[in-house]
């Protein structure tokens, strides 16, 4: 009889729940302020591959969401709105609206040329942050001074702590790969894979490729906005590099050092990627150089990211 | 023309600037009726496939799919309305399981497509219809297969299932047997001949293999430099001198 494609082992990402959750027990301050970087990167670099991994649309605009999703904490949160989930509606509402137009524009081309034209808008977004100072401070970006606080069963919750900040990203982060990983096993979710394999299969089977690409684009687009806000209230500060083109190619390596035929590949590129950057940095400055040998060496024997190809490797697995 | 006629194609032509690739295309298809369209390499078959189902429209003429006019719509349109195609090359979801093959086009028809949640590995009207799709054609044993891992033949049986899995009222088929040895051609026949009879549904194939072609077809159309230039029975199309000319041409009048 017929079964899902993986049987879906839930014990991996059980685990790696619990060990996230006790994590900042055990290690410094320092890195439980890394660990949060990575999930919120982590969470950017799953929103990004349900198009790539997924849908089989390489964005290279992802900046752009992250960064709207950031700049609409930052303006509510100077303007004095300190509703935390005013704050993540309003961020997630934005960035999806963008990407929805976006995505209208960039959905009917292909390969490299989908990637120029996100490209294109995610540099159209950063010129707007960039010059517009009146509203985005320009390059000095906008400064958050206060923070939201979160009434949790009738005490107040603030998050000025990092191991207070680090669980209120947690657990947004686990909320959110918990519904994008909902959206990829879904039926929506297996009509993005049959749009990877053969959009013009699905068309001739009566699927209309250029909304649900359009659709797949806007939720991506949401979740990147998430990630935005997040480290927004992470950083204190919204600033135009997020949108640059470089910060839009951060998902894109973390995906494919990660894998991106496994649902949570992209979040170990993420922690592969700010882990090795941490122990490089105390060596030499030219990390970049480093993280380029990297990459080149993942790619020639990991042709399917770290998590994918080890996946691979050990356990028989079905389709992707 | 009778009213029941599934399939009616009107005056359909095609053309890339002043190059008329077909032209000037007649033809109506009654219920249930298994028709071939045949023709030399580069009569413009194929064209005219791509043009009735939505890959680009017609520049000419008038394509009506059970009485409704379907002229120009796109292929996710023309699916909806009830006609589905094979293609020549075979067009699969290759990294999916072949069960995953026959859902999509389940969950589409069911307007499934936008839903966000839920396993469709339980939800019984896909997982049925679609055991029945493989059934059909005789897939049933090989759900959980990664279609890229089939056998050529099985591959082309899981676009047949593709196709058919939406209960279309007309089916394409573009060269069903193209690449296939002669025992998976032989079973295709069957298959095809089997699925006419018990399902009622409307096929029209284009094939090269003339063997094919007789056992299958009841009725024909020759297609030759893009204009239709006969149409009728097996043994008529046999014995139609044009037809001959058109195929066997040089060595005729050799």
Known sequence: MMQGQQRRNLLGPALLTVLLLIAPLMIPIYWTMI???I?????????????????????????AFFGLGAYSAALMLQGGYEN?????????????????????????????????????????????????????????????????????FGSQLTF???????????????????????????????????LRENKQRVSFVGGNVKILR??????????????????????????????????????????????????????????????LEQIIIQFTENWMLFLGIVLVFIVLFFPEGVFGTLRNKFFKQGSK | ???????????????????????????????????????????????????????????????????????????????????????????????????ENIFSPLIIQQNKHFKLYGDIFKDQQITEKAMETLQQVGLSDRADQIVANLAYGDKRL??????????????????????????????????????AKNSGTTFFITEHDMKVVFSLAEKIYVLHQGHLLAQGKPEEIRANEQVQEAYLGRKVHA
């Open chain 1, 160 to 194: 000025y702590a990092p191991v207070n900040m680090y669980y209120l990203i947690f657990v947004l982060v686990f909320i959110g790969c918990s519904l994008l990983w909902l959206i990829v096993h879904s039926p929506f979710g297996l009509i993005l894979k049959a």
């Open chain 1, 84 to 152: 935390l989930f005013l704050i993540l509606f309003v961020g997630m509402l934005v960035a999806m609206l963008a990407a929805l137009a976006v995505g209208i524009f960039s959905v009917q081309l292909d390969e490299i040329f989908f990637a120029m034209i996100t490209l294109g808008f995610g540099m159209l977004f950063f010129s707007v942050a960039h010059n517009w100072r009146t509203v985005t401070g320009g390059s000095d970006g906008l400064p958050v001074f206060s923070l939201p606080s979160l009434n949790f």
């Open chain 1, 35 to 37: 660990l949060s970087e």
């Open chain 2, 1 to 99: 023309m009778s009213v029941h006629d599934v399939l009616r194609i009107e005056n359909l032509g095609h053309s890339y600037g002043k190059f008329k690739v077909i032209e000037d295309i007649s033809l109506s298809i009654g219920k249930g009726e298994m028709s071939a369209l045949i023709g030399p390499n580069g009569a413009g078959k194929t064209t005219f496939y791509n043009a009735i189902s939505g890959k680009f429209p017609p520049t000419k003429g008038k394509v009506l799919l059970n009485g409704k006019d379907i002229t120009g719509l796109p292929s996710h349109r023309v699916v909806d309305k009830g006609m589905c195609r094979s293609f020549q090359i075979t067009n699969i979801f290759a990294e999916l399981t072949v069960a």
């Open chain 2, 158 to 195: 899981v676009e047949m299932a593709i196709v058919l899995a939406r209960d279309p009222s007309v089916v394409l088929l573009d060269e069903p047997t193209a690449g296939m040895n002669p025992e998976e051609t032989e079973n295709m026949i069957s298959l095809i001949k089997k699925l």
């Open chain 1, 214 to 275: 359009i659709a797949a684009f806007a939720i991506s687009g949401a979740f990147t906005g998430l990630a935005g806000v997040l480290f927004c209230l992470f950083n204190n500060m919204a600033t135009p590099e997020f949108m640059h083109w470089s910060f839009s190619a951060k998902p894109v390596i973390m995906s494919v050092i990660g894998g991106t035929s496994v649902f949570l590949g992209p979040l170990f590129g993420a922690a592969i990627f700010f882990v």
């Open chain 1, 39 to 63: 999930l919120i990167m982590g969470l950017m670099a799953i929103s990004f591959n349900l198009l790539l991994g997924y849908t089989g649309l390489l964005s290279f605009g992802q900046g």
